[in-house]
C-alpha cells in the first residue's frame, strides 16, 4: 500500500516588542490525540512532534491494522537573528528534552505562564459532520464546540483570534450559545465567506475531522536544541478527509506560524 502524506505550511510574521523577563517553567506538554477518520489512524501530540505516542509509532495504515508506516516526525524551525545568532526551535525524540510546550504567548511580553502551558496542553477535535449538525440544530453541541477556543484571553494578552470559527452575528467573539461555530466553511465557497474576518483570522478548517492546537517556543529552556528561543506562536490543524480514492490514505497539516519576537 502506497501512503503519502501531505504537509501545507502558512506562515505569518508578526513584530511585536521585546521585553526581559524570567524565564517560565512550563511542563512538558502530554495530551495526545488520534486522528482517525479514514484509512490512517495515526496520533498527535501537543510538543511540536507527532505520529508516535512517545514510545511506539502511531502512523497506522490501513486503519486497525497494526502496521506503522512512520515512526515519528516534528517540526524544525531556524533562523538568524540582526546580531547574527542562530535561533533554532526543533524537536526529535524528546531523549534529551524538548523545545515546545502548549499555548499562546502573550502579545505583549512575548511569554506565557506555566498555568497558561497546562491549560493548553489539549488538542480540540471535530468533524465537519458534527459542526454540519450544531449548525442545523444548536442543541446539538459537541463539547469541544462548546469548549472551541476562537478568541484569546485579554487578561494575558493573547491574540484576539485564535482558532477559525464563524462568526454568525460578527461581533468578534466566539459565542456557541449564539450559533457561532468551528471554522468548517459549510457552503464550499471560497474564499469569501460571510461571517468570517480575514484581516485577523485568515483561517478555515480543512477535511472530515480536524484536530487543532496551539503551541510555542518560550515556555522553558530549549534543552533539545540549547538555542535561545525565537518566539514562536504556532497555531496547528491536523486533518484527514473520509473518500472512495487515495486521498482515504492521506492525512494532512496545517501550521500558522507567527514570530512574535523582533529578534
Partial sequence: ???????????????????????SQCTPPAAQTDLDINNVRTTILVGGDMWWDLSV????????????????????????????????????????????WGGPLDTTTVNITKENCMKYDRHWKVTREQVKEFNENPSAAANDIKSWPGNGDPTYNEGTYLAPFIDVDSDGEYHYEKGDYPGYNLSGDYPDVPGINKAVCNDYLFGDQSI??????????????????????IRAQAFAFQTNDEINNMTFYKYQIINRSTL
Fill in 1 to 23: 500500500m502506497k501512503t503519502i502524506i501531505k504537509v501545507a505550511m502558512l506562515t505569518g510574521m508578526i513584530s511585536a516588542p521585546v521585553f526581559s523577563y524570567a524565564q
Fill in 57 to 100: 509509532p502511531k502512523y497506522e495504515v490501513p486503519n486497525g491494522s497494526g502496521k506503522h508506516a512512520i515512526f515519528t516526525g516534528a517540526l524544525w524551525i531556524g533562523g538568524i537573528d540582526p546580531g547574527g545568532q542562530i535561533k533554532v526551535a526543533a524537536q526529535t525524540y524528546r531523549q534529551t528534552g524538548l523545545d515546545f
Fill in 212 to 233: 487543532w492546537w496551539v503551541f510555542n517556543d518560550k515556555g522553558n529552556v530549549h534543552t533539545e536544541t540549547n538555542s535561545e528561543p525565537i518566539g514562536l506562536e
